[in-house]
Structures are given as structure tokens and as C-alpha cells.
């Protein structure tokens, strides 16, 4: 299956929630980093790390697709 069909299928319930977590996860430790005070050092590259996994996260739960309903499509 090629990255463009996978990313436009329909993304199963459990990942988008997955994906919906991964993004406010993500988007909370961008608002640390960019936070207008002095944080230590330790708390911005924990941050940096979240902000990463985050976006890592939200992007494969939107290439999952759900394998019985392809099937179905493809082996009617």
C-alpha cells in the first residue's frame, strides 16, 4: 500500500485518539520551550525530547489503517 493511500484511509478510533493525545502532549512541551521565562536546562531538553515523540507519535497513528476493511475493499 503506497504512503499517500495510507495516509488518506480512514484512521481506526483507538489511534486517533492516540494521535489526539500525542498532539496536546506535543503541543504542551512546545509552550514550555517557547515559555517567556528561564526554565532549567533539564526541563527544556526533557521538553524537546516530548515535543519529538509527540510528532513521532501523531504521524504513524495517522498511517494506521484498519486491515479488515481494506480487505474487503480489495477482495469483495
Known amino acids: 500500500m503506497s504512503l499517500k493511500k ?10 486517533k485518539r492516540v494521535q489526539q493525545i500525542a498532539i496536546v502532549v506535543g503541543t ?16 527544556v531538553t526533557v ?3 516530548v515535543v519529538t515523540a509527540g510528532t513521532v507519535a501523531a504521524t504513524l497513528s495517522q498511517l494506521t489503517v484498519d486491515d479488515k476493511k481494506e480487505e474487503e475493499i480489495v477482495n469483495p
Open 6 to 15: 495510507r495516509w488518506n484511509s480512514k484512521t481506526p478510533k483507538f489511534w
Open 47 to 49: 521538553a524537546t525530547y
Open 28 to 43: 504542551v512541551a512546545g509552550v514550555i520551550i517557547a515559555a517567556p521565562v528561564a526554565l532549567p536546562a533539564a526541563v
